[in-house]
C-alpha cells in the first residue's frame, strides 16, 4: 500500500433490539434501526451467520433476538465480538438514545397504528414487538415524510397511506405472520421496488410436495398474490385458506364486529366455515342469500347474536353441515322441518342453549329424538342446558 494512502479503518457498532414491555407508548415501539440523511455505510444483517446465531441460541437467547450490524467508515477493522460475555453485556443494557428506537403511534378509527411520516428518517427496518400495535400508517400532519426505504420484518397491516404520503424508493417485507388475502392491490401502483419474497403467510397454507403427505406450508407472500384470491373483508378478523393436494379449506371469523342483516361480507363460493358470533344479526334470510353459491360449508356459528326465527336449513347448501351454533340469541320455537332432512346424517353437532325455548310440542319430541338416538346422528352438546318455559305457568324447565 502506497504511503500517501490513508489507513481506513472500521469501526463495528452493534445495535441490539431487545423486547420491551408490552404497551403503547412510543417507547415500546420496534425500530431496530433509524439512519438519517447525515448516517454514511451501509446496513449490514447476520442473519445468515448460522454458527453465530446457534450460539445464541446455546446461550438462551431466543430467536426474537435481532442482531443489526451497521458498519461506518471512521476506525477498527470489523469482527463479531470475540465472547458471549461482550454480546450478553451489550444485549443487557437498552440503547441509551430511547428516541432512536421509538415510533410515533396514532389512532384511526380507534385502531393503532405506528405512524412513519413523523419519523425524520430516510431509511426504517422495523419489526413486531408490540402487540397491541401491528398496523403501519403515515399521516399529513407533520410535515413531509421523509421516509424512502423502509424494511417490515413482521406481518403488519400496511395502510395504504404509506404509498400516498412517502415517497418510498424501496419497500421489503420479511418473516412470518402477513395477512396475505388483506388488500394489497396498492402495491401495483406504489412506484417503488417491492421485495416480499422472504415474506410468508399467516392466512394462507400451501400444499407442497416434498414435505409430509396432507401437511401443508405457510404460503409465500408472491404465491398468493399470483393466486388473485378474494379479499378478506375488514370486518373479518380472520380469514385462512387452506390448500392441499386435493382439497381446500376456506374459514372466515368475523366475530363481534357489529353486524346487522344488511351489513354482512361477501363469502366465496369455496367457503367450508364461517363464523358470525357476537353480532346483530336478526334474520339469517339475507346471510343464506350470501351463502346460496356455497356448497362445502360445514361449520356455520350464529351464537350470541338475535335471532328470532330458527333457520330453515336447505339441504342444497348445507348438505355437508357437520357444526351448527345457535346458543345465546331470541329463538322460541324449534321447527322440526328446518332440521328434519340432517336427521339422517351421521353427525351433526348443535348448540342450542341461552334461548327462551317455549315447552311445545316441537320441543318434546325433539327431545326424545336425542333420547332415542343419542349416539349415532344428531347430537346437542349442550342439551343438559337447554331451558324452556310453560306458557300457561310460566314454569321453566328441561325440555
Known sequence: MKADHRHTILLLLICVTVKRPVGVTAENSSVSHVRNDEDTGPVHHLGTNRDFYESLALEGFDDAVTLDVRIERTSGHTALPEDMDTLRSTMASPPENKEENALPVVSKGGVLYYDIAQVKATELVIRMTNVKVGRITATRDYGPCLVESLVLKSGFIVDKDIALVCNLKNLTLKGREWQCTRDWSWLRGLGAAVDYRRATCTDAFCHREYYLPGVSLPCYFEEVLKKDLPLCPDVCSRCLWHF??????????????????????????????????????????????????????????????????????????????????????????????????????????????????????????????????????????????????????????VW
Open 244 to 397: 392441499r393436494e386435493n382439497d381446500l379449506k376456506v374459514t372466515y371469523t368475523c366475530d363481534n364486529a357489529s353486524l346487522t342483516d344488511s351489513m354482512l361480507p361477501e363469502l366465496p363460493e369455496n367457503l367450508t366455515s364461517l363464523s358470525l358470533e357476537g353480532n346483530k344479526i336478526r334474520s339469517t334470510e339475507r346471510l343464506f342469500e350470501r351463502l346460496e353459491n356455497t356448497r362445502n360449508l360445514e361449520v356455520l356459528n350464529l351464537g350470541r347474536n338475535e335471532l328470532v326465527d330458527f333457520p330453515y336449513l336447505d339441504r342444497d347448501i348445507f348438505n355437508n353441515l357437520i357444526d351448527l351454533s345457535l346458543n345465546d340469541n331470541q329463538l322460541k320455537e324449534l321447527r322440526l322441518e328446518a332440521i328434519q332432512p340432517f336427521l339422517a346424517k351421521e353427525e351433526l353437532i348443535m348448540e342450542l342453549q341461552g334461548n327462551p325455548w317455549r315447552c311445545d310440542c316441537n320441543a318434546y319430541t325433539f327431545y326424545h329424538i336425542m333420547l332415542k338416538y343419542p349416539r349415532k346422528r344428531l347430537l346437542v352438546q349442550d342439551i343438559k342446558d337447554v331451558r324452556c318455559t310453560k306458557e300457561s305457568t310460566n314454569e321453566t324447565g
